[in-house]
């Protein structure tokens, strides 16, 4: 290319345009031939001759079926290469066979156990309206008698911290807590509209019982994430600020009639 740009200049071409017909720009032209020499052409593209070092088909071949057998397969080549020199056997430096084991995709998990999953970060659910998005739980009231409590199930309205819907028992399950969402939504008028209920991942709130209900109301579940305590503040918030209220009875409930009162 360069001797033909020559060429046309020689013969009173501009060299602007000889450059333009053949495809480059004057910069490049006078880069190529600044040193008063032909440099070697640098572009991405450029066709350049194999090094004389290159592992040839069956070297190539051979680097994957050490690394895909047994006794190799969960080693990285900065151990596989010792180990091969050890028996007196060398095929290719530790740095080509990273970059074999790049080219095949191989590097990132090799060996007899499960690839790494990515964990889904749980969907967030934000309420602009009334009866969008509901979180409930359950606290503890204490009784007289130590070691007896009652079970509070409260169910709050998260856009206008409203109490939807609430109830003292015994005991806590799944039974009774379906029992209590369907209220709410009766209660609210909202049966057959969309709706989040948001709970921990507490026995009651994961039982088969209260998903089989949720389902026949076309309520939507969401679950806290494990072992992270701030996800459901709204609830536990609101059972801080009944427990800690001045005439709240510390010493106890005598009746669940008096807890519910």
């Known amino acids: 290319m360069v001797g033909l740009v020559k060429e046309a200049n020689k013969s009173g071409a501009r060299l602007s345009k000889a450059c333009e017909v053949a495809g480059i720009n004057v910069r490049t032209y006078e880069r190529w031939i600044k040193e008063e020499k032909i440099k070697e052409d640098g572009r991405k593209g450029a066709l350049r001759p194999e090094p004389k070092n290159k592992l040839s088909k069956e070297e190539y071949q051979s680097v994957l079926n050490i690394v895909n057998r047994s ?16 028996r007196g056997i060398y095929i290719a430096s530790e740095s080509t066979f990273y970059r074999i084991l790049r080219n095949e ?10 690839a790494p999953k990515k964990i889904k970060i749980p969907t967030t659910h934000v309420a602009n309206g009334p009866n969008q998005v509901w979180t409930w739980d359950i606290t503890w009231l204490n009784t007289y008698t ?10 709050i309205d998260i856009f206008s911290r409203k109490i ?19 209220r709410a939504i009766l209660s ?14 507490g026995a009651p709130m994961k039982s088969y019982t209260l998903k ?19 996800d459901n503040p709204f609830s ?13 009875p510390q010493d106890g409930f005598k009746t669940i009639e008096q807890a519910r009162e």
Do not use: C
């Not at 536990?236 to 709240?248: G, M, S």
């Open 71 to 86: 006794e190799f397969a969960d080693l990285p080549p900065s151990q596989i290469v010792p180990a091969l020199v050890d």
């Open 212 to 230: 089989t209900k949720l389902e026949a109301l076309g309520v939507l579940s969401s679950y806290s994430r494990p072992r992270v305590s701030n």
């Open 105 to 114: 995709k191989m590097q990132h998990h090799r060996g007899n156990t499960k």
């Open 164 to 182: 939807v819907a609430w109830e003292v028992w015994w005991e806590e399950n799944g039974e009774l807590a379906s029992e209590l969402v369907e």
């Open 146 to 155: 130590r070691g007896i409590y009652f079970k509070l199930y409260m169910i």
């Open 236 to 248: 536990e918030a609101q059972f801080k600020t009944l427990k800690y209220r001045p005439n709240y």
């Open 188 to 201: 609210e008028k909202i049966k057959g509209k969309p709706l989040v209920l948001h709970s921990d991942n």
